[in-house]
């Protein structure tokens, strides 16, 4: 059996003085995806960030490779991990283009090589027309895009890194239908090439029918964790979100779909 990417083993997390994450564990391996729901204030966004390592476990442990997060030196560990964030503050007038380098600040590729997977990613994102542009100058939608090409050109190259992973906080959150489907469609391109996934997300039927395994998350602690079809039922929705659902099976991918009232 292949060695896990990330290991998350009975981790507590503590923010403003309280328990904001109890004793949640998983494990995930190259090409996995795992998508995080919960209502808001379940400990998602926590979560993300620390297993990147802004947020220091006051319990448990998280490895990354078979190593301890704060084991791997910064320069090396944002050569395999990134992360797109719920906001991404830049007021710069930075061009897209220039955005969108800066993921390659962890690595030594060269100017050549670099230049090359800003454009790869520039047109994975759809925003390829936009590469001159101030990003001061863009829309909510746009500025997310460019936002996701950035982290997708910090870990796109496997020969880079070796073994990647990509966390993703609310990443179609200001997205219009089409642009959802096109970002998730490239996440799950990532996930073939080996790039193993965190993603938080709200919309559930989306979660459900991109990721490979769910955690549903409520005040910090694991309500259910497997498939989509495992965790995605009409009792675990109300457990959640305290609401009445009724889910239903897609009839194209065959994964769960929530119906609201």
């Not at 209502?39 to 319990?59: E, F, R, Y």
């Not at 800003?118 to 863009?138: F, K, S």
Request: proline share 5%; net charge neutral.
């Amino acid at each position: 059996m292949t060695a896990p990417i990330l290991e998350v083993e009975a981790l507590s997390l503590r923010a403003g003085g309280r328990t904001v994450v109890e004793a949640v564990g998983f494990v995930l391996a190259a090409g996995q995806h795992l998508a995080v729901i919960g209502p808001n204030g379940a400990g998602k966004s926590t979560l993300i960030h620390a297993l990147i390592g802004d947020l220091a476990p006051a319990a448990g442990a998280i490895r990354l490779s078979g190593r301890t997060l704060a084991d791997w030196p910064a320069r090396e560990r944002a050569c395999r991990v990134a992360l797109l964030p719920q906001a991404s503050a830049l007021n710069f007038p930075f061009t897209v283009a220039e955005v969108v380098r800066l993921g390659r600040g962890p690595h030594a590729s060269g100017s050549v090589a670099d230049r090359r997977i800003v454009g790869q990613t520039l047109a994975a994102c759809d925003i390829a027309h936009l590469r001159d542009r101030p990003y001061t100058r863009l829309s909510g939608g746009e500025k997310q895009r460019v936002q996701l090409a950035r982290v997708m050109s910090q870990i796109w190259r496997a020969e880079d890194a070796g073994e990647r992973l990509l966390l993703l906080d609310e990443p179609v959150a200001a997205l219009d239908l089409g642009h959802q489907r096109l970002v998730m469609q490239q996440v799950a391109e990532l996930a073939a090439q080996g790039v193993a996934i965190v993603s938080v997300l709200h919309d559930i039927s989306l979660a459900a029918r991109y990721a490979d395994r769910m955690l549903a998350l409520r005040d910090g602690r694991t309500i259910a964790a497997g498939t989509p079809a495992e965790v995605v039922t009409a009792e675990r929705m109300q457990c959640l979100f305290d609401t009445h659902t009724r889910v239903i099976t897609h009839p194209d991918s065959h994964t769960p779909v929530v119906l609201h009232g």
